[in-house]
């Protein structure tokens, strides 16, 4: 059964400053999404990583996958508050080429404070 | 591109009655994926299909729950009788087989509510 793992669950932090949050899961996969998610709101894709070593960025935000470590990192940059949202990671098992379903973490929910 | 579509966004209904929830994806995506999102079990996927094709269902959680896929443009996910414990938000996604990432794509997800 693949497992995702997250943490922190719960992060709270300053302004301007820098935190990572990290994504660990338990079977071989080459595929790792990363989605965002407001309160009352559906889920808004971030990132998605395709192979060991991907590394994509998007303002403040950055992801990287590791596929033997089976870690992925979304590192988070001079944050401010509009960053402020429940952040998810997910993998899927595809296999000859398909989608499959995406099993997701429990999240890391972010509050940003001035 | 209107993105994914589901009706209704929020529903009420009292235990035992039919509930039914509806979803059109992205024109010419070829996957569709139910999700369920609750507090203590966060996001869970219910099943999902190829080509209006059921691939796996495994994730439905008895057989109170049924979907169909009766054409490319419509999926309907259907709980007979509802209870109280199916109280959640119900995503559906799609996504296109051929683009390399295999993006999901969430609609806005419908609240129901069991009472």
């Given at each position: 059964?693949?497992?995702?793992?997250?943490?922190?669950?719960?992060?709270?932090?300053?302004?301007?400053?820098?935190?990572?949050?990290?994504?660990?899961?338990?079977?071989?996969?080459?595929?790792?999404?990363?989605?965002?998610?407001?309160?009352?709101?559906?889920?808004?894709?971030?990132?998605?990583?395709?192979?060991?070593?991907?590394?994509?960025?998007?303002?403040?935000?950055?992801?990287?996958?590791?596929?033997?470590?089976?870690?992925?990192?979304?590192?988070?940059?001079?944050?401010?508050?509009?960053?402020?949202?429940?952040?998810?990671?997910?993998?899927?098992?595809?296999?000859?080429?398909?989608?499959?379903?995406?099993?997701?973490?429990?999240?890391?929910?972010?509050?940003?404070?001035? | 591109d209107a993105g994914v579509?589901?009706?209704?966004?929020?529903?009420?209904?009292?235990?035992?009655?039919?509930?039914?929830?509806?979803?059109?994806?992205i024109?010419?995506?070829?996957?569709?994926?139910?999700?369920?999102?609750?507090?203590?079990?966060?996001?869970?996927?219910?099943?999902?299909?190829?080509?209006?094709?059921?691939?796996?269902?495994?994730?439905?959680?008895?057989?109170?729950?049924?979907?169909?896929?009766?054409?490319?443009?419509?999926?309907?996910?259907?709980?007979?009788?509802?209870?109280?414990?199916?109280?959640?938000?119900?995503?559906?996604?799609?996504?296109?087989?051929?683009?390399?990432?295999?993006?999901?794509?969430?609609?806005?997800?419908?609240?129901?509510?069991?009472?």
């Amino acid at each position: 059964e693949l497992k995702v793992e997250q943490n922190p669950l719960f992060l709270s932090m300053q302004e301007g400053k820098n935190y990572t949050i990290y994504c660990n899961y338990s079977t071989t996969s080459d595929r790792l999404y990363w989605y965002r998610q407001d309160p009352g709101k559906s889920l808004e894709s971030l990132f998605v990583l395709l192979s060991n070593g991907a590394v994509k960025q998007e303002g403040r935000l950055m992801a990287s996958l590791d596929t033997k470590a089976r870690l992925s990192t979304l590192h988070i940059t001079a944050a401010v508050h509009d960053l402020s949202a429940t952040y998810f990671c997910a993998v899927d098992l595809y296999s000859g080429g398909g989608a499959d379903g995406l099993t997701f973490g429990k999240g890391t929910h972010l509050i940003i404070q001035p | 591109d209107a993105g994914v579509i589901q009706s209704p966004r929020h529903e009420v209904t009292e235990m035992g009655q039919e509930v039914t929830l509806r979803c059109k994806p992205i024109s010419g995506h070829d996957y569709l994926f139910w999700y369920r999102q609750t507090m203590m079990r966060g996001l869970e996927l219910l099943i999902y299909f190829n080509n209006n094709v059921p691939i796996d269902d495994s994730g439905m959680p008895e057989d109170r729950f049924s979907a169909k896929m009766p054409n490319a443009s419509f999926s309907t996910l259907k709980i007979q009788p509802s209870e109280p414990r199916d109280s959640a938000v119900y995503f559906c996604a799609s996504s296109l087989t051929g683009v390399s990432s295999y993006e999901q794509y969430f609609g806005p997800g419908t609240r129901l509510t069991v009472t």
